[in-house]
């Protein structure tokens, strides 16, 4: 059964990076048509969506993030991770990860985010 | 912000028919296929509808999704004390080169 588990530091100092690591286990990240996604939440808000990669390792980003993100993948370790600089009090939320199956997956339900990790809370703060 | 926008609240007493409306525009809704997700307080988001209609296995047949050109419903038929959570709906936008888009959200209190 599919997995995926964020972690990373709780807590990150305003103009620093943010970085967290999405880990996959019961399937591998390289699977054909498959998205990895990350989406955040800021307390007491609604749903945000950051960023995905694609398993030919093509990223897709949030317009309004671009500027200062970067989405990686190593299928290596079978991990995607998560770079977000500069960061301010506003970037504090709970972030997670998932999967989103392509037009030409396999399985799941296409093109919705079907398999979510717990989520992981940032706190932005000196 | 959002694109997609949503009431911020619905409610109803147990057994009720509950409708969640989820308003959008031709470069999203009108255009891509929509998905619904329930999250209970303090949990992950839980796919609950995609494409539309169809549900996951393991979802209720209670719960069901519509669209109608730029808007998308939800209905949760024989409201239980289990549906109360916080809905939203997502889908593509084709604007600013394209982005995923989830809705405002709406809390869901079963009375």
């Known amino acids: 059964q599919l997995q995926l588990q964020e972690s990373g530091p709780g807590l990150v100092k305003p103009s620093e990076t943010l970085s967290l690591t999405c880990t996959v286990s019961?399937?591998?990240?390289?699977?054909?048509?498959?998205?990895w996604g990350w989406i955040r939440q800021p307390p007491g808000k609604g749903l945000e969506w950051i960023g995905s990669?694609?398993?030919?390792?093509?990223?897709y980003y949030n317009p309004s993030l671009r500027s200062r993100l970067t989405i990686s993948a190593d299928m290596s370790k079978n991990q995607f991770s998560l770079e977000l600089s500069s960061v301010t009090a506003a970037d504090t939320a709970v972030y997670y990860c998932?999967?989103?199956?392509?037009?030409?997956?396999?399985?799941?339900?296409?093109?919705?985010?079907?398999?979510w990790g717990q989520g992981t809370m940032v706190t932005v703060s000196s | 912000q959002s694109v997609l926008t949503q009431p911020p609240s619905a409610s109803g007493t147990p057994g009720q028919r509950v409708t969640i409306s989820c308003s959008g525009s031709?470069?999203?809704?009108?255009?891509?296929?929509v998905n619904w997700y329930q999250q209970l307080s303090g949990t992950a988001p839980k796919l609950l509808i995609y494409?539309?209609?169809l549900r996951p296995s393991g979802v209720p047949d209670r719960f069901s999704g519509s669209t109608s050109g730029t808007s998308a419903s939800l209905a949760i038929s024989g409201l239980q004390s289990e549906d109360e959570a916080d809905y939203y709906c997502?889908?593509?936008?084709?604007?600013?080169?394209?982005?995923?888009?989830f809705g405002t959200g709406t809390k869901v209190t079963v009375l």
């Open positions: 998932a999967r989103r199956p392509g037009d030409h997956s396999s399985s799941g339900p296409k093109h919705a985010f079907d398999i």
């Open positions: 031709s470069s999203n809704i009108g255009s891509h296929p």
């Open positions: 494409g539309n209609n």
């Open positions: 997502a889908t593509w936008d084709d604007s600013l080169n394209g982005r995923n888009v």
């Open positions: 019961g399937g591998s990240i390289s699977t054909s048509y498959y998205y």
């Open positions: 990669i694609y398993y030919s390792g093509t990223t």
